[in-house]
């Protein structure tokens, strides 16, 4: 036996789209195989056809050696095929033994046979080192503890090939390298591994071999140890992809954005942002580094007029627009793009197309007299998505059904459209794909180089040092201090955002 | 895309031919003929003019009474409180008519624009509170009901009338009905459904065609995003609650200025309202979709009337209304069915 899974020459149609063509993907027993690709290249796809919620048009699975027709996920199971979802599929008052067995319960005389679940759930865990505790429930475990119950369950129905679906989004650094190890120990034991990432390091870190999927088609396999991140990158995305972020010197001009002494509370009443002043000038990129909690959210909301400003000023080109309603705001000449794109960023529910008109439906031409002119909204859209490369069916798709790097790219769109002085830009590049990253980065670079000035918020390192032309490091409220990228250490920033102080001289 | 604008269309149909079967099976379940029961049904709804007649002024008040809850639905609100709105509409419609001398041109439009006026400000009452102090809109919508009941059976009593149970007749230039379409037909048919589908165009038209529609729309979806891109949210909710309820107050005067010519004191609920609730339910929270329910709702309680007389109890016909609206409430399952068999057809 070569292979525990062959999937050979797997074509996958929807209605008016080829989610799969011509993929293989061929894994050894005892090996964490990659699947990588960008965001809606077409993984999910492929794995819900191992794992039989689709069926596919054409194409050969082989399990083990043997054709096999997976009709559903219980013939999946049989297989010995389970999968770890992103999305955790947990009874959240029930306790860990409970979650596991639910659906196959050990019975005693009619009742649930708990004591033996649990010794079983005790036994498994033990085995792979999984520490997890049976009688716990998922309400008071973490995070990475809720995902480690999903990875019992598919050992305890039985799973010899574990698929997990971008397991990392969700975790902690320091859980993430728990879970690498959990993965080296369940190989060790035998169990074959599919890892579905778009994340490069993880699999530089602990892939065997690697199969990349572009835009729905395979595009080959490689050996993990012969290639670097470079290769999987351009393998991945087409192209050369660059990871240094390449951009003229800033050129700053007159103040843009000028923050004093401002202080501003949370929703629970408690003063997050303590004192802070702070300016962006235009035709250069801030950023803001800090470990997350530190008033970051409440400064950015302070200054888009979601969120009261207790004291202190915010002034845009020398006019203050403090405390002013979201809408004059945005009328002032600030754009925003939201950290939560999902919650404040986009109305789910609409078209792509109306979304494009959010903050600016009520003005010529998008409506006249009160009525909206739906002609003039759909060719703006239209516009927008091509410019911005948004991939869509068409602008009257909702933008619930696109993925998650497109949405952002529209939201981009949609406020560089307005030609603000001042976009703020949180967490622009949150789980999207390198192709994606390198995009937005991109367009927050020509943002600046138009003359804008551009306040980006980032909890990743490498996007602060790359992309900002100064840093402002927030630390309890207040800027603690302002650096130059090429002056500093992802070292140093780490100590100034836990709040160290800058040592005298060392500017 | 097509598919689901199919689904949108099959799956109330299914719902309906489901209700309908089961209800002969329970006919046949109890020795009585179903299709002598449907006949008798169809015949009490449409068997000759006074019977249509009578299907449509029953029809007239759910269609805006859907047209109010659908309103509210769509902006993400739940107005249980269409009952009392429908009340002080009425009320409000009657009195016009009642106490003022005024040409029709001016006289009929005032009272319908009272009617609307007052169920918006009972409407205002839920969506203030719940802008304001977040209290959930079900439940001061359900007690403005009973506000709204017995304080219109009290102004009958005390203010309207001395100690009546019911006001005076409303003047003719305030009146809906009109002699050529009573003497056409020897039915209550009033001119109210006219009314009532210009309301279906209206609440089509501020939804769909105007940035406030874009709002409400918009709210209904996603508060956060709604405030994010500038908008009141909390006006927002105020405003909807009250074009809900103005669509409810004008439900009010079909029964005031069409229906009845006046108002009498009421024990209970009329249903108008709560009715309306299932007739956006089944009309899918469009406004073209409420007119069709509300259609059919009127048909089937109208022609009841006449099933008697087909030996079925007229209570069977509750029975399978009720089962058409929890083949509606269950549309999921339906909706299955029918994947499941399109998977199966492939």
């Known amino acids: ?507 | 895309m097509e598919s689901n604008r199919l689904y949108n269309l099959l799956v109330p149909i299914i719902s309906v031919l489901l209700g309908l079967l089961f209800g002969a099976i329970i006919m046949l379940l109890f020795g009585y003929n179903p299709i002598t029961g449907y006949v008798a049904l169809w015949n009490g709804a449409f068997g000759d003019l006074y019977f249509a007649g009578e299907t449509i002024v029953k029809v007239t008040p759910y269609i805006l009474s859907g047209l109010a809850v659908a309103f509210a639905f769509r902006t993400g609100l739940f107005n249980i409180g269409v009952e009392g709105q429908v009340f002080v509409g009425w009320l409000a419609s009657v009195w016009v008519g009642t106490a003022l001398q005024l040409p029709m041109i001016i006289h009929l439009p005032l009272a319908i624009l009272a009617a609307a006026v007052a169920g918006g400000l009972w409407g205002f009452v839920p969506g203030f509170l719940k802008a304001k102090f977040g209290v959930h809109e079900v439940i001061v919508s359900i007690m403005m009901n009973y506000i709204a009941l017995y304080t219109c059976n009290a102004i009958i009593r005390n203010v309207l009338t001395d100690s009546a149970d019911k006001t005076d007749r409303i003047a003719e230039t305030a009146s809906l009905s009109s002699p050529w379409l009573t003497e056409l037909t020897f039915s209550r048919l009033h001119y109210g459904i006219l009314i009532a589908l210009l309301g279906a165009f209206l609440m089509w038209f501020i939804l769909e065609k105007t940035t406030k529609g874009y709002e409400l729309r918009s709210v209904g979806f996603n508060q956060h995003a709604s405030q994010y891109a500038g908008m009141n949210v909390k006006s927002n909710i105020v405003l909807s609650f009250i074009i809900s309820g103005g669509f409810a107050g004008v439900a009010g005067a079909m029964q005031g200025l069409g229906t009845f010519q006046f108002m009498s004191v009421h024990s209970g609920f009329t249903n108008i309202g709560f009715d309306g609730i299932a007739v956006a339910l089944l009309g899918g929270n469009t406004a073209i979709g409420s007119v069709l329910a509300a259609f059919l709702f009127g048909t089937l309680k109208v022609g009841a009337l006449n099933m008697p007389s087909a030996g079925v109890p007229e209570e069977l016909v509750d029975i399978v209304v009720a089962l058409i609206i929890f083949f509606v409430a269950s549309g999921y399952i339906i909706r299955w069915v029918l994947n499941r068999m399109q998977k199966e057809g492939k």
Do not use: W
């Not at chain 1, 960023?345 to 009525?371: A, C, H, R, W």
């Not at chain 1, 980065?441 to 390192?461: N, T």
């Not at chain 1, 992802?490 to 040592?503: T, W």
């Open chain 1, 1 to 507: 036996m070569d292979y525990v899974i062959e999937m050979l020459n797997i074509r996958k149609e929807f209605p008016g789209i080829v989610a799969n063509n011509n993929v293989n993907l061929q894994v050894k027993p005892g090996e964490i195989h990659a699947l990588l690709g960008e965001n809606g290249a077409g993984k999910s796809t492929l794995m819900n056809v191992l794992f039989g919620l689709y069926q596919p048009e054409q194409g050969e699975i082989k399990v083990k050696g043997e054709t096999v027709n997976i009709t559903n996920p219980n013939v999946a199971n049989e297989l010995g095929i389970g999968m770890v979802h992103q999305h955790f599929m947990l009874v959240d008052t029930f306790t860990v033994t409970e979650n596991i067995i639910l659906g196959m319960e050990p019975t005693k005389k009619g009742t649930v046979n708990v004591a033996k679940a649990e010794k079983e759930v005790k036994e498994i865990s033990e085995r792979y080192g999984l520490k997890v505790d049976p009688s716990a429930k998922i309400q008071d475990i973490s995070v990475g503890m809720q995902q480690r119950v999903e990875i019992l369950k598919t050992l305890y129905r039985g799973a010899d090939i574990l698929i997990f679906d971008e397991p990392t989004a969700v975790l902690t650094p320091q859980e993430i390298s728990e879970l690498m190890d959990i993965m080296g120990t369940l190989v060790k034991e035998g169990k074959s591994i599919i890892l579905i990432t778009h994340k490069l390091k993880e699999i530089m870190e602990v892939c065997d071999r690697c199969t990349v999927i572009r835009k729905g088609e395979g595009i080959g396999t490689v050996n993990v140890a012969d290639t670097s991140t470079n290769e999987l990158a351009s393998l991945m995305v087409g192209r050369e992809v660059s990871f240094e972020t390449e951009k003229r010197p800033a050129e700053p001009k007159d103040d843009v954005l000028t923050i004093q002494n401002l202080q501003v509370k949370d929703a629970r009443q408690i003063n997050m942002v303590k004192g802070l002043n702070l300016q962006v000038r235009a035709g250069e990129i801030v950023g803001i580094a800090g470990v997350d909690g530190n008033g970051q959210s409440e400064l950015i909301e302070a200054i888009a007029g979601l969120r009261n400003v207790e004291s202190g000023s915010i002034t845009l080109n020398g006019k203050e627009i403090t405390n002013l309603s979201p809408r004059k705001v945005t009328e002032s000449g600030v754009a925003h793009i939201p950290q939560d794109r999902h919650k404040y960023g986009l109305v789910l529910d609409f078209p792509i197309g109306e979304n494009m008109v959010l903050q600016t439906y009520y003005q010529q031409p998008y409506s006249k007299k009160g009525v909206l002119r739906y002609k003039e909204i759909y060719k703006k859209a239209k516009s927008l998505i091509e410019e911005f490369d948004v991939r869509t069916p068409n602008e009257y798709t909702l933008a619930r059904s696109l993925s998650g790097g497109n949405q952002q790219k529209a939201i981009i769109g949609r406020e560089l459209d307005r030609s603000p002085d001042l976009l703020i830009a949180a967490q622009p590049t949150r789980g999207l794909d390198v192709g994606a990253i390198e995009f937005i980065h991109q367009r927050l670079i020509e943002a600046r180089d138009s003359g804008k000035a551009v306040l980006l918020l980032s909890f990743e390192l490498d996007e602060i040092m790359n992309v900002s032309d100064r840093i402002a490091v927030m630390f309890d409220g207040q800027v603690v201090a302002n650096v130059l990228p090429h002056e500093t250490t992802e070292q140093e920033l780490g100590l100034l955002m836990a709040g160290s102080k800058r040592k005298v001289g060392e500017q």
